[in-house]
């Protein structure tokens, strides 16, 4: 049952190292079950962040993920201000309008 739960939290480690590194992990993940189960899950949680984690951010899936997530974010938080302050848009506009005819 532990094999079958780590073979899927590899699927969390990007397709590159799975390929090549994955046998060697779960081999490795066995020996330590052996010796200890708790420590066995510890290292395996431990190297999600130490090791998939940096490499999923060294990525330019992420890097693109990302920056599209962030304009996307300060589109939808410049809609709600707007919403908000339709007022305030409005003698800007006005503003504008007289000074610019």
Request: negative net charge; proline residues 2%; glycine residues 2%.
């Amino acid at each position: 049952m532990s094999r079958l739960i780590y073979r899927l939290v590899l699927l969390l480690y990007p397709v590159e190292v799975r390929r090549r590194w994955e046998e060697d992990m779960i081999e490795a993940f066995e020996h330590q079950l052996e010796e200890s189960w708790l420590d066995a899950w510890s290292c395996a949680f431990a190297e999600l962040f130490q090791v998939a984690l940096p490499l999923w951010v060294a990525t330019d899936i992420f890097a693109l993920s990302f920056v599209s997530s962030s304009v996307s974010a300060m589109i939808l938080l410049g809609l709600i201000w707007a919403l908000g302050n339709s007022i305030k848009l409005l003698e800007i506009y006005h503003s504008l309008f007289t000074k610019f005819g």
